[in-house]
């Protein structure tokens, strides 16, 4: 291809295609002035083309670069504030630990008062009612109208009139 002086003077490039090019077709013949005008006119379109691809194949070279530059410095910003954080951290779980041997030391001077530890209260024991032991039946079962059809505790519906009360006497 061309070489490093080449690659910076793309008017040299464009001689060196001419001058090979003119090599060339001299065993045809002369080329006249249109046929020399055109071939430099392709030679020079050439040359920038190549230069322009050069600087492209260059350019995709630093970029590896310059991404390995990017993330370190990601990495050292980040290795910064995570020590930033580690720090503070470090200092709260002290601050934390004072506090809290603060409190245990004034604790038991508190637990040395003339009042008599009281027991704690018994939990009262949970009691079942009918319509509650239904229920748990009835979810335990998957029958789901079980729990839903429940006898009512007192009778509501008036009595037949069929049935009457004995009379006083009086």
């Known amino acids: 291809m061309a070489t490093k002086t080449q690659e910076k003077d793309p008017k040299s490039l464009t001689a060196e295609i001419v001058s090979s090019i003119e090599a060339k077709l001299s ?12 071939i430099e006119k392709s030679a020079k379109k050439l040359a ?8 492209k194949d260059e350019k995709k070279q630093a970029k590896p670069a310059r991404k390995t ?6 990495k050292e910003a980040k290795a910064k504030k995570n020590t930033a954080k580690a720090e503070k951290n470090a200092k709260r779980t002290a601050n934390a630990k004072a506090k809290a041997t603060a409190k245990a030391e004034s ?3 508190a637990a ?9 209260a018994k939990a009262t024991p949970r009691i079942r009612t009918r319509a509650t032991t239904a229920k748990t039946s ?31 006497a009086e």
């Open 27 to 38: 065993g045809a013949g002369e080329a006249t002035k249109k046929m020399k005008k055109s």
């Open 48 to 55: 920038k083309k190549l230069a322009k691809l050069i600087k």
């Open 69 to 74: 530059q990017k993330e370190t410095k990601k």
């Open 107 to 109: 604790k038991p001077a």
């Open 112 to 120: 040395t008062s003339t009042q008599p530890a009281q027991a704690p």
């Open 138 to 168: 009835a979810a335990a079962t998957g029958n789901s109208t079980a729990s839903t059809a429940r006898k009512p505790a007192v009778d509501t519906k008036p009595k037949a009139a069929t049935q009457t009360e004995p009379e006083e």
